[in-house]
Structures are given as structure tokens and as C-alpha cells.
């Protein structure tokens, strides 16, 4: 079935302890595209870029059978930059660089073509911009999956609360999750998110894995035990792409699918932080996934008889 | 097959967001004993303490099957004494005291009784202490298991050294793996700690779960996710008892086995973080391990078809 994606399509200036890039493709809805892409998902990019960004970029999309129509070109604007550097454990990093550009008016126009998708990702970008999207659907998709991050927290709460309340599933991470519930136990937050409007709840935890509570049931995901982390940028919406990309490729939104599409994304994640931004997905050949998956089963797979007591 | 446990058997006096205690029972020795006796394993603790200890400490692990004979009692000296206080998040925590007293002098006796054991856990105390009882078993225990923690790492590098050397399993935290071979990536960690003798690695995260590293295998378990975390004092310990626990109560050290203790170790630990000091650990009833076990597998198990690229 096919799927929108709201999303930054941007440059990124990566420093990593391993080495630094020049502007680079990056952006959320880059990276969930790709992945849904790479899923072979009919995916349908909503978004904004200006005159400077390179026409091969879109190519390269496209090449995935990433469709690029709703990505708004304002000419003489520039595209959206950010820049910024990882410190050496690779779990914290310094912004060096914002620049919103044609980010800073992004009013999302829908092309016909999109309104009858029946699978809908928002990515992180200013409430209101996800609450536009989601009102230029004549019918409502099957399932609405939406990323914020505390900036909107601190900044947009109202608007945030609101759209919050119109989605399907909410992917934060820990710390969001805390501040977003002011519950400090993520059992206790989540259950209390999950009384906010979303009937699923996925926490991100980094290399640390992934959460998905839904009414009094959770899953657990861990993140692959990697050699090396090379690039985090990326990994969250790659891990939104590859999950909300399993979800429309099956069509099924049930529990059990979605821990399926929770190992998806993680799976694919592995790939994005391998390498410099999207080098990893790319690099991705036929088999690699399933190889990946495979090593999921392994790592928590346990076969335990109850315990005499 | 029966089990010999060496670690301190103290006074804690713990003080957490929810509230403080006086002087209570602690020491690793305590959780491990009394995790491996809620087993119903044959479990032997060597250690030391002062003419201050109260009776009824000891006929508390009596009463659970645990024997003490091999627990000097120093009448004129002081039981070791720890006091700490967690902070909001529960992660971190001052020490407030350390009393070493007896546990300064400690020179460990293994009674007759024990040395036939073939299990053997070696709770985290100067590598010194630990080497001496590896050394008065007439016969290698079939299974060592050895804690420790970077304030060894720090004080007795050498020391260490050689009784990691003379170890099959080593249980430390993320941190101390990566202090121990120099290598942020927890893969290559393990890859290097695995050549310093012990066969198999756990790495401990808290409430991020717990790795087994063993030659190319990998196993995770996930922390369950909890309501409430209200005292981490003894978790550590009583994962270490459970674990090897488990494994002395089947007698079967293959890596499968191993993945079974680990997640019966995480299940007892849960017990344990829910109360104060073991509180937790004397609470549980019979069919409370094997409902948590339960939840373990429902907590991580997912059944995926491989994707189609």
C-alpha cells in the first residue's frame, strides 16, 4: 500500500570521530524514503528544497522508486542545512549548524496523487506543518506514525498536544518520552501517552533498542551489538522508514506486525550507522536485510523451561 | 550440583527518592546466596563479618538452604559497611561510607564442605581475595564465574589481570568492559576480553539488559521494563546468583544453558530493584520467577518472515 512521507530533505555537515563531510544528502524524510524505498514501498515524499539542491539527489530518490512530486523547489531559496559533531562515545553530539532556509515558511501542498495513500509518516518537523498534511487527506489513511523531538515540546506545546492526539503511533525517544508524561518509569509514561491519543507507543532508545507499548502489552527490540559505529546520523528515521515501510509493504497493522516492523527498522537502522549518512542504506545489496533479521532471531532467541522453585 | 559462593555479607544503608533505610542486610554474598538458594541450589558462602552481625542474618540464609559455616566471625571487629544514596534517575549514586572493618583483613577459609563444590562465584572483592579461594579447591570447580568492577581496574591491575585469567566467565558493566581492553565498541571489547581467558563475557546495562558474548555468539536479554525501580542496591549480585544459580541447579554449562541463566539471573533481578535491600528477593512466591520468565518471552519474542527485497 502505499505511503506519504513528511519529511526535511537536506544537506548535513557530518563530523565523526572517524572523519567529517562536506554537505551531504541528509534530511528525515531522505532517510525514511530511502528505506521505504529499499523495501520496494511506494513511497511519496512531501517537502521542500531550494535552488541549490542537486538534481541527482532527487535522481537518486527516484531511483528508488521514491516518488519526489511533493517536494516544493523555491528557486531562489536555499535549502535546509544542519551541521554537527559527535563526540567520541557517539551517543551525544554538538549542533555547529541550523540554517532553516526554505524550511523556515514550508507550507506541505499534497499532490492529487497522494491523497489516497493509506499510509502516512510524519516526520519530525513543526506541529503545524504535520497537522496540514494530515488535514489535505480527503480520507483519513489507515495509519497516521508521527516523530517529534523536546524541541516542540519546549517550544510548541499546545500545537504538538493536539497533533499528537490525531495519530495512530508516536515515536519518541526515552528522554521525550519522560518529559513529554512527566513520568519518570517508562512503563508509567507510556501508559499515560497512550491515554494522549496514540493507541501504539514506540521509545527509542539508541543503541539500546526500541520499545513498543500498545494497551498492557510491550516489545522489546535491542539494537544489533555492532564492531563499529561509524555515523548515528540518520538512524532514527531510518528505523521510522523501515518500520512504518514494513507496515504498508504488509498492510497490516496488527501488534504482531508491528514487532515485526519494529525488527525491520532496526535492521535497517544497522545499515545507516555504518557508514556516513545515507552511504549505508545505499550500499545495502539484495539479501543483506534478511541476513540482518536473521541475526535479530539469534541475538534475544531463547528457549527456557519453567523453573522448579 | 552444589555451589560456592565468595562475597561480602554486610550492612547497607541505602537512601532513594522513595525513601531511607538504617543499617540493613547487604552484600554481594547475601544476594548471591540468597538468589541461588530461592533456586533450591546447595549453596556455600565464604566470607567475614563482625561480632555485630546479627543472628538472625545468617538464619535468614539458613532458612533458604544456604550454608554459613564457611563465614568467619571476627567477634571483636566491625561487619563491612556501605552507605549510598541514588539519585532521581536511579542510574547514579554517591557513596555516602565505606567501612571496610573486617573485610580489610580478609583472608578467606574454604571448610572441608566446600571444596568438593563445582560451581564456584567469585563476587566482586580485591582479586587477591578471589584468587586465594580459587586456589584452595583440590580440584578446578567445573564452572568459575568471576564479578569484579573498575575500582580494581584502577587499584590492582595486575592482580586482576591473573584472575581473569584463571576465570570461565567474567560479569562486568559496559563501562568496565570498555576500561578493561581499551575499545569503545562493546563487539570488539568483548572480542579482546575473550582472549584474556574467560570463555565466556557478560556485560551488564542495567536497565538496558545484559549481553553473553561467547567466540562469534552473541545473546541479549533485555531488563523487563518495570512500574517502578525503587532500590538497585543488590541487582548486579542477584543477577550473578541467579545466573549461576541456574546453571549449578542443571549442571549444564553449554552457551543454549547459558542463555536460560541469564535470563533467570534478569528475572531475579527484577525482584530485587522492586523493594528495599532483599526485601524483594524474600517477597517472591512460588510461580513469581516463572511468571517473570514468562514475560521475558513474551517481552522479546517475534516471529518474522524474511523480507522480500
Redesign the interface.
Known sequence: MSLVVVGTVAFDAIETPFGKTDKILGGAGTYIGLAAG???VDAKIVSVIGGDFPNEYLQLLNNYGVETSGIQIIKEGKTFFWAGRYH???NSRDTLATELNVLADFDPVLPESYKSAKFLMLGNLTPQVQKRVIEQFPERPKLIVMDTMNYWMNSAWDDLIEVIGMVDVLTINDEEARQLSGE?????AARKILTMGPKYLVIK?GE??A?LFHNE??????AL?????FDPTGAGDTFAGGFIG?LA?TGDISF?NM??A???GSAMASFTVEKFGTEGLQAMQ??D??DR??QF????Q????????
Chains 1, 2 share one sequence.
Do not use: Q
Open positions: 529499499k523495501l520496494n567520541n562515545d557517539m519518570y518509569s517508562l512503563v508509567r532508545k539500546h533498542g520499545l502489552s510491550v516489545f522489546f527490540a535491542p551489538p555492532l564492531e563499529e559505529v514494513y509493504k504482531e514487532k515485526r519494529i525488527i525491520c539484495n539479501g536485510l534478511n533479521i536473521r532471531s539469534e541475538l534475544v531463547f528457549d527456557i523451561d519453567l523453573v522448579e522453585e
